[in-house]
């Protein structure tokens, strides 16, 4: 049976976004809604195009639509969808762009280009090979891991929640006190993008640690390889991931 244009194109746009949403989904490796976007928009255009490349294929899409406008007998349809429309493309716009009294947000890298090489606790780390020694424990040693992540979380909360938040949601006691505000943590956008190694930098070295492109950065952040160790750095990395639910990046994937 031939599937009509329209509902090809329905169920095609449809599948689209599934797949767009699948490395979440199933892979916890969510791909940022700004990303999703722009994907859905040549996706769209793309099916469009195929779609209607004959005068035919044109008819089968924007056939059913002149109907159920021009036909008097559509009446009830027409007056439905005319009530639908709207009412989800505004429930739609009013979710993106609704009101807010909060200051806006400033412009800035959230994830700056990181170096090839680190120099912290006395060492030379090299980021594209660099590695959480203790990821491994995490399949090897699930009873190991779980001391490991609960010791993080000590360090965690002995440090960093005054500004990340005990809830890792950028809302510490200190936060208000900061522009920008700390990052969250439970974001998609912050840790579950990045490789363990990128958070090891940045934990490490901090605010001053910042590339010297596109300086003067805004960053609060302390260069924390002054008052915790390599160990404690890799824990908490370990707590962060564990608490949120996210799997770090890793060149494999």
């Not at 027409?78 to 009294?101: C, D, H």
């Not at 800035?108 to 170096?115: E, K, N, Q």
């Not at 912050?190 to 490490?204: G, H, K, P, Y």
């Amino acid at each position: 049976m031939k599937i009509p244009r329209l509902l090809l194109f329905v169920i095609i746009v449809v599948i689209s976004y599934g797949i767009f949403k699948a490395p979440g989904i199933l892979l916890n490796q969510p791909i940022p809604s700004s990303l999703i976007v722009m994907y859905m928009f040549f996706a769209v255009v793309t099916t469009l195009l195929w779609i209607t490349s004959t005068e035919k294929d044109m008819q089968g899409l924007v056939g059913p639509i002149k109907t159920m406008i021009q036909d008097p007998t559509k009446k009830t349809l027409r007056n439905i969808v005319f009530v639908i429309v709207p009412l989800v493309a505004g429930g739609i716009t009013y979710t993106q762009l609704k009101p807010s009294y909060e200051a806006p947000v400033e412009l800035r890298s959230i994830h700056p280009a990181p170096p090839s090489t680190v120099k912290a606790f006395g060492k030379t780390f090299n980021l594209a090979t660099l590695v959480n020694p203790y990821r491994k424990l995490e399949k090897e040693d699930p009873a190991k891991f779980t001391q490991l992540v609960k010791e993080g979380g000590e360090v965690y909360f002995k440090n960093c929640f005054y500004c990340h938040g005990d809830k890792l949601d950028g809302k510490g006691h200190y936060a208000h006190g900061f522009n920008p505000l700390p990052l969250a943590f439970t974001d998609i956008g912050t840790i579950a993008q990045l490789q363990e190694s990128f958070v090891f930098w940045r934990i490490s070295t901090g605010g001053p640690g910042l590339p010297k492109e596109a300086a003067p950065w805004v960053s609060a952040m302390p260069v924390w390889e002054n008052f915790i160790t390599e160990d404690e750095v890799w824990k908490v990395i370990l707590f962060l991931y564990n608490y949120t639910g996210y799997a770090p990046r890793s060149w494999e994937k």
